[in-house]
């Protein structure tokens, strides 16, 4: 099935630092969210966008949609250990479609 | 409140066996969807129910693939004739409409050998 393109693939970093990654999509979103799982867990919401152009923050999490529909990214500041896990992006078409339709993960690993 | 439960929580099934894999959405819940998810990859869509009714169900993989929620509560996702690449884990989500957030279970993991 259809996966969304989520990059980097991975990502190590120091505690502290700011990260930024992104996903694109072939076709148009009309929702964007962004989910974190952690290993033996299923994925838990920490950001939905719902407008083009809309910027969304959740404490140290930022969000954008794009505003060509096809695109978004998630940044994290002044990260911390209980940062380390998977990120996922999804999208989702609405108007009788939906479902959510997942990228192919971050993995965020906390250097010490 | 509770959130979504899945049951069991780790299956190990033979090449040919049947298994059934339960959810317990969250209460009021009106919308829940199964996703599966292969080892390092993200979730995929295999379908979806408004209360009893199974309005989508175009990701599910094969015609072994059964899901049913009769009552609009509890679903049961059956796999008939496992065969190994039905190895995965297969997560419940529910929401409140279709429209709002869905909140995932933790899943189970099925490993067929």
């Known amino acids: 099935g259809q996966q969304l393109n989520q990059s980097p693939q991975s990502m190590f970093i120091q505690e502290g630092e700011d990260v930024s990654m992104n996903c694109t999509s072939s076709s148009i979103f009309n929702t964007w969210l962004w989910y974190k799982q952690d290993p033996g867990e299923g994925p838990v919401l920490l950001i939905a966008l719902y407008k083009a152009g809309e910027l969304t923050s959740n404490g140290r999490l930022t969000a954008q949609f794009g505003i060509t529909r096809k695109d978004s990214f998630l940044n994290i500041s002044a990260s911390i250990p209980s940062d380390v896990g998977i990120y996922f992006c999804?999208?989702?078409?609405?108007?009788?479609?939906?479902?959510?339709?997942f990228g192919t993960g971050t993995r965020l690993t906390i250097i010490p | 409140g509770a959130g979504v439960s899945q049951s069991p929580r780790y299956k190990v099934a033979k090449r040919g066996q049947d298994v059934a894999l339960r959810c317990d959405p969250i209460?009021?819940?009106?919308?829940l969807f199964w996703y599966q998810q292969a080892l390092g990859q993200g979730p995929e869509f295999l379908t979806y129910?408004?209360?009893?009714?199974?309005?989508?169900k175009s990701g599910l993989p094969s015609d072994r693939f059964f899901a049913e929620r009769p009552e609009g509560s509890v679903s049961t996702l059956k796999i008939q004739r496992t065969q190994q690449e039905d190895s995965a884990v297969y997560l419940c989500?529910?929401?409140?409409?279709?429209?709002?957030?869905?909140?995932f279970g933790p899943g189970t993991r099925l490993t067929v050998t």
């Open positions: 999804a999208g989702r078409a609405n108007f009788g479609n939906e479902k959510l339709t």
């Open positions: 989500a529910s929401s409140l409409d279709p429209t709002y957030e869905q909140y």
């Open positions: 209460s009021g819940h009106v919308s």
């Open positions: 129910f408004q209360n009893e009714a199974q309005l989508d």
